[in-house]
């Protein structure tokens, strides 16, 4: 067992096979959510994330534990996936609507499908990438701004914006979705 964080840091720098195979252990699941999220698509989610820990094992003795391992390691993942993006456009494929429960940690048989809400998850999918990845970041992870501003490498003025533009847009789509009671389908009459 590994006593501390220092400890920790530095067995995986020495990529001591027991932090090797905790760091998978302890993030896997949590960078494969992301990166579905980020590409939507299972197998090339799966992609990204073993790519993902390719990279980073190789990166190893530059990690100094200035930020969590998670951290770091999502920084890997996205810029793995930017760098694929770059020229393979499948990654913006539609969400087909029998993933949404995949997203979701603490999925279990049957109860999965009262709590996920699929109009949600198609509007969260046809936002921008930037938009779609500071939703996931913040609600999906629970970060920080500031954790999101390292992971992105922008400052948290830019974080905030992007969240506040993208949950605005979201509560938007959400009031002028049939039958949400709230009356503002008929906002369009204001718009002539």
Known sequence: ?????????????EKDPTALQKIVETHADRLLR???FLCRN???AQDLVHDTFCQAFRALPNFHGDSSVYCWLYGILRNVFLNRSRGDRRFYSVLSDNR???????????GAEAREDPGLEE???GMPPRHREIIHLRYGEGLKIREI????????GTVKSRLFHATRKLKKDL?????SGLGLDQEKSHDV
Do not use: C
């Open 175 to 179: 009031l002028r979705q049939p039958g």
């Open 149 to 156: 501003s390292e992971i992105l490498g922008v400052s948290s």
């Open 123 to 125: 509007m969260i999918g």
């Open 1 to 13: 067992m590994i006593e501390d964080d220092a400890a920790f840091y530095r067995l995986l720098r």
């Open 34 to 36: 992301g990166a579905f």
């Open 100 to 110: 949404a429960a995949w997203l979701n940690p603490d999925n279990t048989a049957g």
């Open 42 to 44: 299972e197998p090339d």
